[in-house]
């Protein structure tokens, strides 16, 4: 049994009434597993597997499978999530064009699981800025986007007041907030040992500090949409209240009834709330706005980037055979000799972002020359503007194993140069074939350390 706080227990006896032995009963059944899958990396077979309702690439497993030891996990075909969180991608169908080109920002985006939902999501002519304020959670944020390998990103470091010189600018901004997480008390025991009425309240607080910077950031008739995975009203319905009462107006969503959602209104205001009781997922709860209000004008763009200098032409024909669809991307490199690619349609975008941003990293990180040579970075190898065209070597499960153990592989047949190691069409990550070896070049962080036997 889940040691419920006695103070949660009555919040949720109040809030619930009648339901709630249904919920406790719940709660202390095994949380489902599921998964997302990537669209663009569609590789995993999902016959058979339940579906989460409201969102296509969703899925149950009857299992948990030890993800690390998947080459498909590692090569991003999927992303491990929990499912009601994925209420997101409905969320978003239901209330913005798709079709059209977006700035999209993912205010408090780590580990990277609405990030990497979103991205899915948005055409390839948009841009999604996932930002993360506390610095070592950013490693794992790059990671998953990395993995996921969607080039026309920005990932930044900063709290969300720094975010000031790009008011009105997004057209859709997610704020998924930090919480009190009492709807992660069957997923995590640390969030019931850290539940007190105390961090309700601090969390409350912080929300709406996090809101009010989010605010100024949506353009005119943008889209805000707030969630939390937790039940108390201090921390949703009131922080969403505050939203409606500052030029934003809820927007009401249509959900089926069979999905088990629960309705949450107060005046105006629409909130959307998953208890485990009634859907297959842990507790989440999301609430959609429309800016009513207009915005003040964007500060003029500068002509250059303010890091980073346009790549030589003849470093930029090297680049060539490594990508696909060359023409849509302008290149630069960095003061330390790093090359990255910006989509050339958005440079603008891109342009305010360097000014308005200090700690970001911005597009596809390319790799960098050493000498004439050039050393392709793994964000590449697993980016879908790396060219198709380029070698590859299919490596068994073992082996891809292996080369995420950081081991040197044998190859049957040598080869010589750039090679990207692959498992079911999938790319991996870089190979150099030197003589009858070939190197791995899978960063360090990578590596796996759990035994692969
Ligand atoms: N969106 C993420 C996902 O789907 O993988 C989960 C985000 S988690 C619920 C909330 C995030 O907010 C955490 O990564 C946390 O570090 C960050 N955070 C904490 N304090 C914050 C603050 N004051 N402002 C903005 N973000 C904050």
């Given at each position: 049994m889940i040691p419920l706080p006695s103070s949660f227990r009555e919040r949720?006896?109040?809030?619930?009434g009648e339901a709630y032995p249904d919920f406790e009963v719940a709660l202390n059944q095994p949380a489902p597993v599921s998964i997302r899958i990537n669209p663009a990396k569609p590789r995993l077979n999902t016959d058979g597997l339940e579906r989460v309702p409201w969102c296509d690439t969703g899925f149950y497993l009857p299992e948990r499978p030890v993800?690390?030891?998947?080459?498909?996990?590692?090569?991003?075909?999927?992303?491990?999530?929990?499912?009601?969180?994925?209420?997101?991608?409905?969320?978003?169908?239901?209330t913005v064009n798709l079709s059209k080109p977006l700035r999209v920002l993912d205010l408090c985006a780590a580990p990277g699981g609405k990030s990497t939902l979103l991205a899915s999501l948005l055409s390839d002519k948009s841009l999604l800025v996932c930002n993360e304020v506390i610095r070592t959670r950013v490693p794992i944020l790059r990671e998953n986007i990395e993995k996921w390998g969607f080039p026309n990103v920005v990932i930044s470091n900063h709290d969300p007041e720094d975010f000031s010189g790009l008011a009105g600018f997004f057209d859709l901004v997610l704020v998924d907030a930090p919480c009190s997480g009492e709807g992660l008390f069957r997923k995590d025991p640390k969030a019931v040992a850290e539940w007190s009425e105390a961090s309700v309240q601090l969390c409350a607080l912080r929300q709406q500090r996090i809101l009010t910077e989010a605010m100024s950031l949506v353009s005119e008739r943008g889209v805000l949409?707030?969630?939390?995975?937790?039940?108390?009203?201090?921390?949703?319905v009131q922080n969403a209240a505050m939203l409606a009462e500052q030029g934003f107006q809820s927007i009401p969503l249509d959900f089926p009834a069979g999905w088990?959602?629960?309705?949450?209104?107060s005046g105006d205001l629409t909130g959307y709330q998953?208890?485990?009781?009634?859907?297959?997922?842990?507790g989440f709860f999301l609430s959609v706005f429309r800016r009513k209000s207009s915005t003040g004008l964007l500060p003029n763009l500068p002509r250059n980037f303010k890091s980073f200098k346009p790549l030589q032409p003849k470093q930029q024909a090297a680049l060539q055979p490594f990508l696909q669809n060359p023409t849509q991307y302008s290149f630069y490199v960095k003061p330390n000799g790093d090359l990255l690619s910006l989509p050339t349609a958005l440079t603008a975008d891109f342009l305010r972002l360097d000014v308005a941003l200090r700690n970001k990293g911005m597009g596809l990180d390319l790799g960098t020359f050493k000498g004439t040579d050039f050393i392709p970075s793994h964000a590449l190898a697993l980016s879908s503007i790396v060219s198709p065209q380029i070698l590859?070597?299919?490596?068994?499960?073992?082996?891809?194993?292996r080369y995420f153990k950081k081991e040197n592989l044998i190859l049957?047949?040598?080869?010589?140069?750039?090679?990207?190691?692959?498992?079911?069409?999938l790319n991996l990550g870089w190979l150099k074939g030197v003589g009858n070896r070939v190197n791995n070049y899978l960063p360090?962080?990578?590596?796996?350390?759990?035994?692969i036997e």
């Open positions: 949720l006896q109040t809030q619930l993800f690390t030891l998947d080459p498909l996990f590692q090569a991003g075909a999927y992303y491990v999530q929990e499912a009601s969180s994925m209420l997101l991608a409905e969320a978003v169908k239901q949409l707030y969630s939390t995975c937790t039940y108390n009203d201090e921390e949703n088990g959602i629960t309705e949450k209104k998953c208890y485990p009781h009634k859907v297959k997922g842990e590859g070597v299919d490596l068994t499960k073992e082996d891809a194993l049957q047949e040598p080869a010589k140069g750039w090679l990207l190691a692959k498992y079911e069409g360090k962080d990578w590596r796996i350390r759990m035994d």
